[in-house]
């Protein structure tokens, strides 16, 4: 059962963050980093706060309680997290919800599985795996062998979009993906996959945090398991993490571009526009919010970054289809994108195989 539990939460989770950019589609006559940064607002500075607020009585507390050394490595992972979240948007803005998605979430969920063996490589941790033991163990070789996978599937990917730019013309191009790039957003993509990973070794970090939320609860509740809201104090300081470095690049982009003056220019439906940022801000922080109860039921070993990553790509990838972003390809070039997103998924459930081996 709770198996099953957790598997929903992650699908939920994973659904809101699939979804997330299509409220963005509303919003007219703004900049990119106008709207990113209202969402950003919501998302990363107001709904942490007051989901912990609801659900963790005392969390405030919790936090001035925990050593420096554990907030400023959660909190570096917010940076980190936020580089690939900043330079999540720019992906799916030039490569759009499908294609975007799936390089971006492709490579997020191979590094998310990644990152945390590295870093106890050099920081030995007990109870924890280090790189040096995944190698040379039969469950950490599958799992180097479904980022190898994972690879594979987003070289198929790229390739399905470079013949759809030479296969469609401009203007229909503009009509699903108004700005698409494909040289540009594979670049962007790659970064953002391996920088977005950063954010489940951020949950790891602060797992300190997690327990004392944890066993308050359980001192409360003896005989309910896990506290099912027990990451939602993590997530305050991991995504101020990550605003601070989307409005810090945001702000640069509105004064160099001129731009500071869309949220009060009258000539553009503002109620609308700070509407619909706001709502995808919020569904955004959904997933944040739906993964952490899914890791409370599952672990946050790979096994919930993959199924949380591989619901993202499924659920783009049907948004993807409702924009016609592949409107217009001959069905050689479909049939390419629809196997490079097979192999991804593919990779997806290889590695989370991998990581169920004890």
């Known amino acids: ?15 809101a963050s699939g979804s997330f950019y299509m409220p963005f589609k509303k919003v007219k ?29 005392g969390f405030g507390t919790i936090i001035q309680a ?19 979240g900043l330079t999540y948007g720019l992906g799916v803005r030039y490569l759009g919800m499908s294609l975007g998605n799936s390089v971006i979430l492709g490579f997020c969920s ?16 007990a109870g924890k795996i280090s ?4 190698i040379t163990h039969p469950g950490g070789q599958m799992v ?20 759809k730019e030479k296969e469609i013309s401009p203007e229909l191009s503009k009509e699903s993906v108004k700005e698409f790039s494909l040289v540009k957003g594979l670049v962007i993509a790659v970064i953002s996959g391996i920088l977005s990973s950063f954010f489940n070794f951020g949950i790891e970090a602060g797992k300190p945090m997690a327990i004392v939320a944890n066993e308050a609860w359980k001192a409360l509740n003896p005989n309910d398991g ?12 991991l995504l101020w993490g990550g605003l601070t470095t989307n409005f810090i690049w945001t702000m640069i982009l509105n004064f160099r571009n001129h ?50 990553m591989s619901t993202i790509i499924l659920t783009a990838n049907m948004w993807g289809l409702y924009n016609r972003e592949w409107k217009g390809v001959s069905r050689k070039t479909f049939r390419t994108i629809v196997v490079g997103i097979s192999v991804i998924l593919l990779s997806v459930f290889i590695v989370g195989i991998g990581n169920s081996i004890k």
């Not at 059962?1 to 659904?15: A, K, T």
């Not at 191979?110 to 941790?125: C, D, E, K, R, W």
């Not at 790189?131 to 995944?134: I, L």
């Open 259 to 308: 731009t500071y003056g869309d949220y009060t220019n009258k000539k553009t439906p503002l109620a609308n526009n700070y509407f619909f940022a706001a709502l995808a801000g919020t569904v955004w922080f959904a997933q944040f919010f739906f993964y952490g109860m899914g890791e409370s039921k599952l672990g946050n070993g790979a096994s919930s970054w993959i199924l949380h």
């Open 66 to 84: 925990t050593s420096v050394s554990v907030l400023a490595i959660v909190f570096l992972m917010g940076l980190i997290w936020g580089i690939g």
């Open 110 to 125: 191979a590094f998310g599985a990644l990152v945390p063996p590295i870093y106890y490589s050099f920081a030995h941790t």
């Open 29 to 57: 006559d703004w900049a990119w980093e106008s709207y990113w940064i209202i969402g950003g607002l919501f998302s990363w500075m107001i709904m942490p706060p007051l989901a912990a607020w609801l659900t963790i009585p």
């Open 131 to 134: 790189f040096s033991h995944m």
């Open 144 to 163: 180097l062998f479904g980022v190898f996978v994972c690879l594979a599937g987003i070289a198929i990917s790229g390739k399905a979009g470079m013949m």
């Open 226 to 237: 896990e506290f099912l809201y027990q990451n939602n104090v993590t997530f305050v300081v």
């Open 1 to 15: 059962m709770q198996v099953l539990l957790g598997i929903i939460f992650h699908s939920i989770g994973g659904f």
